[in-house]
């Protein structure tokens, strides 16, 4: 799976961004769908996972109930929406495929995924 995420920039704290990812190559829907992030001198950290289906969610507790995961297999994309942006949000988001079926809540780790995207850089000033 080729992966290619997009949608970073900068943004004042309070604010929203959409970050997209669009897959290619093999059947996307046999992959569960994660979003990572890298800020400079920390080690990757997970932000949140769709499963196969899109109908199974998990979001780290950094993120939760600012942060909207979804997937569209039809169009093989997997989307972050992020809502209520911190300066501590910045960082390089990584998306990543996962041909590992397990419970969702598993998917928190970086070594269980197969494929990466090339990452966008998000950057909230205060």
């Known amino acids: 799976v080729q992966l290619q995420a997009s949608g970073g920039g900068l943004v004042q704290a309070g604010g929203s961004l959409r970050l997209s990812c669009a897959a290619s190559g093999r059947t996307f829907s046999n992959y569960a769908m994660g979003w990572f992030r890298q800020a400079p001198g920390k080690e990757r950290e997970f932000v949140a996972v769709v499963n196969w289906s899109g109908g199974t969610t998990y979001y780290a507790d950094t993120v939760k109930g600012r942060f909207t995961i979804s997937r569209d297999n039809a169009k093989n994309t997997v989307d972050l929406r992020m809502n209520s942006l911190k300066p501590e949000d910045t960082a390089v988001y990584y998306c990543?495929?996962?041909?590992?079926?397990?419970?969702?809540?598993?998917?928190?780790?970086?070594?269980?995924?197969?494929?990466w995207g090339q990452g966008t850089l998000v950057t909230v000033s205060s």
């Open positions: 990543a495929a996962s041909g590992v079926r397990m419970a969702i809540m598993q998917y928190t780790r970086a070594a269980i995924y197969h494929y």
